[in-house]
């Protein structure tokens, strides 16, 4: 199982980035998928969920309306926009695959080794 954050990097604050999360080794449609993100010091928070089909996403409430998530089961990739990024949004973006209850989201073992967010001011 190999999941690959990319997309990450320097923008200033108001700017947007669009990462992408390609899977392989796992039946990507069968997984919902998460974005997380974890600052320096900090711990590792769910930022936005996807359902297995698309059909339902939840966030986080620091990003809701800032943020979209979407995914393409034909490429096997999820895709997290961000728009009116705050300094606040600096962090390392991972993605999991793992399950949802309603807007509960549950990890699994498998992450990408995450990609780089940094919000300047």
């Known amino acids: 199982v190999q999941l690959v954050e990319s997309g990450g990097g320097l923008v200033q604050a108001g700017g947007s980035l669009r990462l992408s999360c390609l899977a392989s080794?796992?039946?990507?449609?069968?997984?919902?998928m998460a974005w997380y993100r974890q600052a320096p010091g900090k711990q590792r928070d769910v930022v936005a969920f996807?359902?297995?089909?698309?059909?339902?996403?939840s966030f986080g409430d620091s990003v809701k309306g800032r943020f979209t998530i979407s995914r393409d089961n034909n490429k096997d990739t999820m895709y997290l926009q961000m728009n009116n990024l705050e300094v606040e949004d600096t962090a390392l973006y991972y993605c999991?695959?793992?399950?949802?209850?309603?807007?509960?989201?549950?990890?699994?073992?498998?992450w990408g080794p995450g990609t780089q967010v940094t919000v300047s001011s």
């Open positions: 996807i359902s297995s089909d698309g059909g339902f996403a």
């Open positions: 999991n695959a793992g399950s949802h209850t309603g807007r509960q989201y549950f990890s699994s073992k498998f």
């Open positions: 080794g796992i039946t990507f449609s069968a997984y919902a």
